[in-house]
Nanobody, 127 residues
Framework: QVQLVESGGGLVQAGGSLRLSCAAS?????????MAWFRQAPGKEREFVAA????????YYAQSVKGRFTISEDNAKNTLSLQLNSLKPEDAAVYYC???????????????????WGQGTQVAVSS
């Protein structure tokens, strides 16, 4: 069983930055996993934000955050991070860390295909 715990959310002004972290436990390595960030705003479906394949070999971003957000992982610390820059009011949401096991390394943007989830961390952006 994998446990994921997010941190780093908060209130920031538009144009500001935040760094979210996700601490993983229950396994000793990110190998053979895809790690991702999703977000969900009130009244909206959970949407894909970014993903990273094992050992940082590939990263993927939603078009809406490309160039502003950066996903990274520290395999030694079992920590996933998401750097959020140039934040916009529409980025406000609860951000979730998720992981899925994969032997092929296939990355998916579909939330239902991820096996484990954190509890989420709130990001609020004031205009």
């Amino acid at each position: 069983q994998v446990q994921l715990v997010e941190s780093g959310g908060g209130l920031v002004q538009a144009g500001g930055s935040l760094r979210l972290s996700c601490a993983a436990s229950g396994r000793t390595t990110f190998s053979n996993y895809v790690m991702a960030w999703f977000r969900q705003a009130p009244g909206k479906e959970r949407e894909f934000v970014a993903a990273i394949r094992w050992r940082g070999s590939m990263t993927y971003y939603a078009q809406s955050v490309k160039g502003r957000f950066t996903i990274s992982e520290d395999n030694a610390k079992n920590t996933l991070s998401l750097q959020l820059n140039s934040l916009k009011p529409e980025d406000a949401a609860v951000y979730y860390c998720a992981s899925k096991t994969t032997l092929s390394g296939t990355v998916t943007t579909t939330a239902a295909e991820y096996d484990f989830w954190g509890q989420g961390t709130q990001v609020a952006v004031s205009s």
